[in-house]
């Protein structure tokens, strides 16, 4: 099977289209169709179905697919060891994490990073799934949970501490709550139900104030830890949110400081085979030097 037209193909099935693939490879769209075609006559079998709307994988391009993401995650994981290999630090590094950790707290102290090791060239990932670093879906990760898989490297970074917060304005009009059975006349803040979440309980303010999220209205949902901040931020409702985030911000305080959940742990994960790697040891000496900085 000819490896670029293999290629060519990984990239469509990922894409979607042909004009998608096409700005992925810096290829035409015509150019790509001829590629798409010649490798289904090759094989004698058709790989999509072609509609208004875009391309659908047949039966058979699902299965050349899955192959084929098999074989480029393997290439890409060897291409990170060999950079790895190399005396400079330098080279890609893609990190994984949650995406308020990587907007509130991770992404202001990049500066630091990239003033002292210029030639590593950061791709930072915001995201609630936990996406695969085997298949290289990113080189390290930071994690609110405990890694189980055997192949990875972990090493616990920190506890983060919540509490229950509110604006001052949010407070000065609807009262403070003196007590957990309060809540229940307040606007809670939290996440909707089956989605990804960032970590194992990110509703435990709607259980202690023993609430249902399908049929009460007092609940607002988003998925999204930093906009729950700036609700709360902005009088929207109460919210359980990290200390770290309250800790400077003159606009919210704690709410009930007796009622507190489990802290929750932070992870720094990479594969055994990058034991290694300069760059993934450069990022995670700069998390260290940080975490000692923020009081969690």
Do not use: C
């Amino acid at each position: 099977m000819d490896w670029d037209k293999l290629r060519i193909f990984h990239a469509v099935a990922e894409a979607g289209s042909f004009t998608h693939a096409g700005e992925t490879l810096n290829l035409s769209q015509s150019a790509i169709s001829r590629q798409i075609s010649t490798l289904e006559e090759s094989l004698g079998i058709s790989l999509f179905h072609r509609h208004a709307r875009g391309l659908l994988l047949t039966e058979q391009g699902e299965l050349l697919q899955k192959a084929a993401r098999d074989i480029f995650g393997k290439m890409s994981m060897i291409e990170g060891r060999l950079l790895d290999s190399k005396q400079l630090p330098e080279g890609p590094l893609r990190i994984t994490t949650t995406e308020f950790i990587g907007s509130t707290w991770l992404a202001p102290r990049l500066n630091d990073l990239r003033e002292k090791h210029p030639d590593v060239q950061l791709t930072l990932l915001l995201d609630d799934r936990i996406l695969n670093l085997g298949m290289r879906e990113a080189d390290a990760a930071i994690r609110l949970y405990k890694p189980e898989h055997p192949d990875l490297i972990q090493r616990q970074l920190t506890t983060i501490n919540f509490h229950i917060y509110g604006s001052k304005a949010y407070l000065e009009k609807h009262g403070m709550p003196e007590d957990i059975k309060d809540l229940k006349n307040h606007t809670l803040i939290a996440y909707p139900e089956n989605v990804p979440v960032p970590f194992s309980d990110p509703n435990w303010l709607f259980r202690l104030a023993g609430l249902d999220p399908e049929d009460n209205y007092n609940l607002l949902m988003m998925n999204s830890m930093y906009a729950i901040h700036r609700a709360v931020e902005g009088g929207t409702g109460l919210a359980t949110l990290p200390d770290y985030l309250a800790e400077d911000n003159k606009n919210i305080q704690m709410v009930l400081p007796q009622a507190q959940p489990d802290g929750v742990d932070m992870y720094f994960v990479y594969p055994e085979e990058r034991r290694h790697s300069q760059r993934i040891a450069i990022f995670r000496d700069f998390l260290l030097k940080h975490i000692e900085k923020t009081s969690f």
